[in-house]
């Protein structure tokens, strides 16, 4: 209750514009109950990115299956992704952290390791497999989990964020996504195929 009130109030508010009160007051409870979860705003927005980015990532890892075909798999995992980053949630977040984060730096750090950097780490994990599996050429497999997830957010993602667009189109998310699927695997390909 307390995460989903508090993931509400920032998304709304902003990061400055949230304050232990006013989540307290949403709760219909005392501050002090508040302090007694949660130490700080920071600790507070801390637990609600890592709830949200434990359940994305518990999806994700349901998608990579390293017995499933690479080439389906990577683009089921690249459509979850950017449907992951253009919800209406995740680019209202994605507007708090790039309007606060000079301000407050620690916003841009605690984000940055509980979602894009964990579920790179995750994607990087099966993305190493691949490569040992002689499934891709061998190379450094964060970097390549980077470059996907680029290729991923280049797309829809970005016209929203910049106000290009104003509701993603299913149609061109799933043409985003075979995309950096596509060119991916031509950057990516065995020694052997190219």
Same mark, same amino acid.
């Given at each position: 209750?307390?995460?989903?009130? %508090? @993931?509400?109030?920032? *998304?709304?508010?902003?990061?400055?514009?949230?304050?232990?009160?006013?989540?307290?007051?949403a709760l219909g409870g005392s501050k002090g109950t508040l302090w007694?979860?949660?130490?700080?705003?920071?600790?507070?927005?801390?637990?609600?990115?890592?709830?949200?980015?434990? &359940?994305?990532?518990?999806? *994700?890892?349901?998608?990579?299956?390293?017995?499933?075909?690479?080439?389906?798999?990577? @683009?089921? &995992?690249?459509? /979850?992704?950017?449907?992951?980053?253009?919800?209406?949630?995740?680019? %209202? *977040?994605?507007?708090?952290?790039?309007?606060?984060?000079?301000?407050?730096?620690?916003?841009?750090?605690?984000?940055?390791?509980?979602?894009?950097?964990?579920?790179?780490?995750?994607?990087?994990?099966?993305?190493?497999?691949?490569?040992?599996?002689?499934?891709?050429? @061998?190379?450094? %497999?964060?970097? &390549?989990?980077?470059?996907?997830m680029a290729l991923c957010t280049a797309g829809s993602h970005q016209?929203?964020?910049?106000?290009?667009?104003?509701?993603?189109?299913?149609?061109?998310?799933?043409?985003? %996504?075979?995309?950096?699927?596509?060119?991916?695997?031509?950057?990516?390909?065995?020694?052997? /195929?190219?």
């Open positions: 209750m307390i995460l989903t009130v %508090a @993931q509400r109030y920032f *998304l709304d508010h902003g990061y400055a514009g949230t304050t232990m009160s006013g989540i307290a007051a007694n979860h949660f130490p700080s705003k920071e600790q507070l927005f801390a637990a609600v990115l890592s709830r949200v980015a434990r &359940a994305y990532q518990a999806q *994700l890892s349901q998608i990579l299956d390293p017995g499933d075909d690479l080439a389906a798999t990577l @683009q089921r &995992a690249c459509l /979850s992704l950017i449907n992951k980053v253009t919800s209406p949630d995740a680019i %209202a *977040l994605h507007r708090v952290i790039i309007s606060e984060s000079g301000r407050f730096p620690e916003l841009s750090q605690i984000f940055f390791e509980l979602a894009p950097g964990n579920t790179r780490s995750l994607l990087a994990r099966f993305l190493d497999g691949a490569m040992a599996r002689g499934q891709l050429r @061998q190379a450094d %497999a964060r970097d &390549a989990a980077r470059a996907l016209q929203l964020l910049m106000g290009q667009i104003m509701t993603p189109d299913p149609a061109q998310m799933e043409t985003d %996504a075979i995309f950096a699927v596509d060119l991916f695997l031509r950057a990516y390909a065995p020694a052997s /195929s190219i």
